[in-house]
């Protein structure tokens, strides 16, 4: 066996994979569970859309230490850490009985794919070669992405057949497993450090990201204008000092912002967190579409992204192939064009569309969104200096977690707030996803003046 076969750790890179899988699945299962769990616990839909958005904005803080977590702790340690946030979450949400005690298990389980999500990407980074990187990265993808293709079928299954509770005790043996398989597997393939975590940019910028999405919420309710002005000062004071902060030499060691300042990074950057956001909208919308407007059960809700995010799961070594040999043009604006084709369709016939045709329209969405998402990142990961590829990876991961939070979280205001007083209540969360859907396309069509290709590599 060759040397670099030899330091790939095959089974390390799986079982961190597998126990991500494990948090983004309990995630989409429960995006389907919300009609129900809004009848159980007697929420609004903008109230129980804070189950993702409170799992992915936890997921997003902790991911913005991950560049420190990578450079101070083991990898070993941190994998210990994925599995107990998982655990314990896990078994809080099991057994509430409240929703805040729900919402709060959520949070606690987020530190699963927090710790295990740039784990997984760090290791592949530290161990992979440079020419190979699509292929692996794309393997990684398609584990983790194996979660989004089960999570909602999976999740309206239970529902139909059992208590949502069942979602969270069947995955947690499973995550025991993982740890007696992994952890003896994990090795340290980079130096560590003891270096002192800058508490007040971490306090600023988890500031500023809280009450963006604290304001967003409040948008759906008008008579909290005041608040949401307050907060979005908040936002807006937290990130101006964070900057100011960040641009301190004692600050390097927590995130490197000065990355921004390569133009590989920013402008793969933008089109990555945009087609996040996107994806989440669209994850969000569609099933509690066709549960409230058009009657369908929990299960055929999570059905219709099944087939699409089965693909999208699948094609992932394929498309970190095609970055590999063919460089980032093809599988960016090959992506693009369907990803675009997908969201205009569903703004203008959503009304119309049958489970059936849903189901395919959602088949072209996801698979064009990730054949260009999943390779923005890879191609510029690639061209980076190993000495910033971990900051470049927590700022990559924080910005995932953070639209993907922004996305569920203005669907959900959109779809619940829009309101004409001659309309009844279909009526109104029909034209709420359309204006949600229009945002889609035209962020889209905005992403090919950003898209990172023209360096002459492709």
């Given amino acids: 066996m060759s040397v670099e076969k030899e330091r790939i750790p095959i089974v390390a890179i799986i079982a961190i994979a597998l126990l991500t899988f494990l948090g983004v699945l309990t995630e989409t299962s429960m995006n389907v569970a919300f009609p129900t769990l809004m009848h159980q616990f007697h929420v609004s839909l903008a109230a129980v859309q804070w189950l993702t958005t409170g799992y992915l904005l936890a997921n997003s803080i902790l991911m913005l230490a991950s560049a420190f977590f990578n450079k101070r702790f083991k990898a070993r340690y941190l994998f210990f850490a994925a599995a107990f946030f998982f655990g314990v979450g896990d078994c809080i949400c099991a057994t509430a009985t409240q929703f805040p005690v729900l919402l709060f298990g959520r949070i606690i389980q987020a530190g699963g794919v927090g710790f295990s999500g740039p784990l997984l990407t760090n290791l592949i980074l530290a161990t992979v070669p440079s020419h190979r990187l699509g292929t692996y990265l794309g393997f ?11 999570g909602p079928s999976f999740g309206g299954l239970i529902v139909n057949v059992a208590s949502w509770r069942l979602i969270f005790w069947s995955t947690l043996p499973l995550a025991i497993i993982l740890v007696v398989i992994g952890a003896p597997n994990i090795k340290q393939y980079a130096k560590t450090a003891k270096y002192a975590f800058n508490w007040l940019q971490f306090s600023l910028l988890s500031t500023a990201l809280v009450s963006v999405m604290v304001v967003i919420s409040l948008l759906a309710v008008p008579t909290q204008w005041l608040a949401s002005l307050l907060l979005f000062l908040v936002a ?21 912002v000065n990355i921004f300042r390569q133009p ?16 989440l909208s669209m994850n969000f919308l569609l099933p509690n579409f066709v549960q409230i407007v058009g009657q369908a059960s929990p299960f055929i809700g999570g059905l219709i992204l099944l087939p699409g995010s089965i693909i999208n799961g699948l094609g992932q070594p394929v498309y970190g192939w095609l970055l590999d040999q ?11 064009t369907c990803f675009l084709l997908a969201a205009t369709t569903l703004m203008i016939w959503i009304p119309t569309l049958s489970i059936s045709l849903n189901l395919l329209v959602y088949l072209l969405f996801s698979s064009g969104r990730s054949l260009a998402f999943s390779n923005t990142m890879t191609f510029s990961l690639k061209r980076l200096s190993p000495q910033v590829q971990a900051d470049a990876n927590a700022v990559y991961s924080t910005g995932q977690q953070v639209m993907g939070a922004a996305g569920t979280n203005v669907t959900a205001v959109l779809m619940s707030s829009v309101h004409f007083n001659l309309s009844g209540v279909h009526t109104n969360l029909i034209i709420g996803s359309r204006i949600m859907l229009g945002l ?9 003046a950003t898209f990172p290709f023209n360096d002459g590599c492709s």
Avoid: C, D, E, W
């Avoid at 990684?140 to 089960?150: K, Y």
């Avoid at 889609?440 to 090919?448: A, E, P, T």
């Fill in 440 to 448: 889609i396309v035209v962020r889209g069509k905005s992403l090919k």
């Fill in 326 to 336: 063919y460089g980032g043009k093809l599988p960016l604006y090959v992506g693009n």
């Fill in 236 to 256: 807006v004071m937290s990130a101006g000092a964070f900057i100011v902060v960040a641009q301190k030499p004692t600050s390097k060691h927590f995130l490197n």
């Fill in 140 to 150: 990684a993808n398609l584990i983790i992405l194996v979660g989004p293709a089960l």
């Fill in 264 to 279: 590989i990074f920013l402008l793969s950057f933008i089109p990555y967190v945009f087609m996040q956001f996107s994806n």
